[in-house]
């Protein structure tokens, strides 16, 4: 199982030989593909062979591309995740809008349990009305409790002033690893054939990943801890190396113990298997007791 996440965060050659990636700097480093998850290309100082692209698309291994900013703006994702891809597809576009609301009820109901959770045990009074809100989500959630829910949770977590769209570090922040957990739930979706498109409750139709930004939401928790818990004053390459290393981060899923990383492979492929049996029962959420 593959498990690492690989930065290059400063001028180097990567190219591909015998299964290895080969990172060549004043030093010659070589990684084994077979332990790669993500690979991660922060510095516009890096080249890259079309050999070593190519063997990354067949291994499934994420490519997250950054910009002149170090900020994640791309990724590599494959046309044909799957050999049966265009069966999955095909299934896809049928799936009820009955069944997506219900899984899309589940998700956000799943959400707001793992922000009431956070918020209960950094001893937030708020976490009580989370408690209702749980109680009060609908089918498809119809009068919007996640977007209550939201306001209450992040008044709590980051004080009454605080707003998702304030140009400053803790948003720098939260936005840097959300595109993390986005970009590892795109994998999941093009790795198992589906397109990232066609999502349950996102449709923005200028938003390619609607599929992964539904997926993605009972994880968004975990990244919003870890920025409380940094604290940001800045947001530069050591608090971006903290968030990225949430992806080795365990938990709890399927009764067993996991990375951040494989418990999402699991929980999508959950999902999906519950909307081609149309049974809600097999969808797999995490838990963060060890």
């Known amino acids: 199982m593959s498990w690492r996440t690989i930065v290059i965060s400063r001028n180097a050659k990567l190219d591909y030989k015998l299964d290895y990636l080969v990172v060549r700097q ?3 480093t070589r990684i084994h593909l077979s332990e790669i998850s ?20 067949k291994r499934k291994i994420k490519v997250i591309f950054c910009d002149e900013k170090r900020n994640p703006s791309s990724e590599l994702i494959s046309y044909y995740g799957s050999h049966d891809t265009s069966v999955k597809v095909k299934k896809q576009m049928e799936w009820p809008a009955e069944m997506k609301s219900i899984v899309w009820t589940e998700i956000v109901t799943e959400k707001i349990r793992k922000q009431m959770e956070l918020l209960k045990s950094l001893d937030k009074k708020e976490f009580h009305l989370l408690e209702e809100y749980i109680e009060e989500v609908c089918p498809g959630d119809s009068t919007n409790r996640e977007g209550h829910a939201a306001k209450v949770y992040f008044n709590a977590l980051f004080g009454m002033k605080f707003t998702r769209t304030a140009d400053e570090p803790y948003n ?5 690893g959300y595109s993390l957990l986005l970009s590892a739930c795109n994998r999941e979706i093009t790795a198992n054939g589906y397109i990232t498109q066609l999502g349950f409750f996102h449709e923005n139709m200028f938003n390619q990943f609607n599929f992964g930004s539904d997926l993605m ?8 801890e870890e920025v409380y818990r940094m604290k940001p004053e800045k947001f530069e390459h050591d608090e971006k190396m903290r968030m990225v290393n949430i992806l080795n981060k365990e938990i709890m899923i399927d009764g067993k113990r996991n990375y951040l990383n494989h418990a999402i492979k699991i929980y999508c492929k959950s999902v999906f298997d519950a909307m081609n049996e149309q049974d809600v029962s097999l969808i797999r959420f995490y838990r963060n007791e060890l």
Do not use: K, Q
Request: net charge negative; glycine share 0%.
């Open 217 to 224: 939401e009972p994880f968004r928790i975990l990244v919003d």
């Open 26 to 28: 004043e030093e010659i």
């Open 172 to 176: 720098a922040a939260l936005n840097y």
């Open 38 to 57: 993500v690979l991660m290309i922060e510095s516009t100082a890096v080249s890259l062979t079309a050999a070593l692209l190519n063997e990354l698309t």
